[in-house]
């Protein structure tokens, strides 16, 4: 499936209608997406996946949160999106339920979640929700999870492939490495495989019957070499007949067994790479999911979505995050020289989340998204009520790294759950209330 043409209207961050001629990229190469936090980078690979699906990206964001806050009441809102299959184009357009105005009086309406698949030949449209998301299946030949997986992978979502079953990465693996045909191939031979064992049977069968069927008189003049032909477990034309049968399923287990070792071998070295990923992952992965608070120029609190941090030293306590030149959240800190690194817990995983889906120059992130808050007790900024463990900070340096600052803070405060706390001290960071610490 390669994107074409991609429009949305009152869609995420996109207030106006939007159009983006992906086309216009050509069909090679690597094309990198970029922007501020906020500008709407992740929601156009929400859009894709909703217009295909009916779901977004990461499927956190769905139904009225896809709607434009900024967008004007009269603007409609959806996501069309031109895409091609092996050379065949199609249009697919999907809008959410939303308010809208009435078409007659006053007040507001609601606009039904709708959606349209276009053929480019003759064939009548397909309509509702559904009916298209199922079209849209078929025509790709990948479900939602199956292209999350394999076409888009989410943000924080690598793991959940990581994760899968192993029938389930068999399954997606097949697809992604094209290893159909050695499945088939096995499936084929054990059908031709069982078929000459139910044949086997039916030839030993039909031979007892017509053995045990022999009569004779005991005064025949054969009647010994009967009765040796009958005491025979196979009879000598029968037992060629059986050798002819028994060599060609040989030779076809010899050859199933062939593919499936064949087929182990690429389960194999799929595992090895999966096992790769995964050791890379656990080698690579940033630092414990934060929300970062900051105090704004009106007196409240900004909150900002962060992985990118790490401790720095232990005597005195020290941290460091890494921020993008031109986020609200840096110019903040470089304005108080406080802010606030809150590791949150489970039940604020989806509102902590959402932080990172917009900019909080111009919003309250913490109303928005009714994640609480309570003053700090070292700094101005207020932290997150609830977390796992609360690091209050103060600005000491900080350094310029390309398109990003790295902050440089001394840890003022440590609060939170103290087995949690605890679990930092096993690589020397939570002592931290303590002189020689």
Request: with cysteine.
């Amino acid at each position: 499936m390669r994107p074409l043409r991609l429009t949305l209207s009152a869609f995420g961050p996109y207030a106006a209608e939007t159009t983006l001629d992906l086309e216009k990229l050509g069909k090679g190469g690597l094309y990198l997406i970029t922007g501020d936090t906020g500008a709407g980078k992740t929601t156009i690979f929400d859009a894709i996946t909703y217009a295909l699906y009916d779901h977004s990206s990461s499927g956190i964001r769905e139904g009225s949160m896809l709607r434009c806050k900024y967008a004007d009441d009269k603007t409609p809102t959806f996501v069309e999106l031109e895409f091609e299959v092996h050379g065949v184009r199609y249009t697919v357009r999907r809008n959410p339920e939303y308010q809208r105005p009435k078409a007659r009086g006053e007040g507001m309406t609601t606009e039904k979640a709708d959606a349209t698949l276009t053929y480019p030949d003759d064939r009548p449209p397909v309509t509702k929700a559904k009916d298209v998301t199922a079209a849209v299946q078929e025509i790709i030949g990948l479900d939602y999870n199956q292209f999350s997986q394999i076409v888009l992978i989410a943000q924080g979502q690598f793991t959940k492939l990581l994760n899968a079953s192993t029938e389930e990465r068999s399954r997606i693996f097949r697809k992604l490495f094209r290893t159909q045909r050695y499945a088939q191939l096995q499936e084929r031979l054990q059908a031709e495989a069982s078929a000459l064992n139910q044949q086997r049977t039916a030839q030993n069968a039909k031979l007892d019957s017509l053995l045990g069927g022999l009569q004779f008189s005991p005064e025949d003049p054969d009647a010994e070499a009967l009765r040796t032909l009958c005491a025979q477990t196979v009879p000598e034309t029968a037992l060629s007949l059986l050798d002819t049968l028994t060599a060609r399923q040989a030779a076809a287990l010899e050859e199933a067994g062939t593919a499936l070792q064949a087929t182990e071998a690429q389960l194999d070295t799929v595992q090895q790479q999966l096992g790769a990923a995964a050791q890379a992952q656990r080698l690579t992965a940033p630092s414990p999911f934060a929300l970062l608070s900051s105090l704004k120029e009106d007196g409240s609190t900004n909150l900002m979505a962060v992985s990118w941090w790490t401790f720095l030293s232990n005597r005195p306590p020290m941290i460091g995050v890494c921020l993008g030149k031109k986020g609200a959240s840096g110019k903040l800190i470089q304005s108080t020289g406080e802010f606030a690194l809150n590791i949150v817990g489970e039940e604020l995983k989806e509102a902590a989340l959402r932080c990172g889906s917009c900019s909080g120059r111009d919003v309250n992130k913490a109303e928005m998204f009714s994640i609480p808050l309570e003053a700090a007790s070292e700094i101005a900024p207020k932290i997150v009520s609830g977390s796992r463990v609360v690091f209050e900070c103060r600005l000491t340096d900080m350094k310029e790294v390309t398109d990003h600052i790295f902050y440089i803070a001394e840890i003022t405060a440590c609060s939170g759950d103290d087995s949690v706390k605890q679990l930092f001290a096993w690589d020397g960071y939570a002592r931290l209330d303590t002189a020689d610490a």
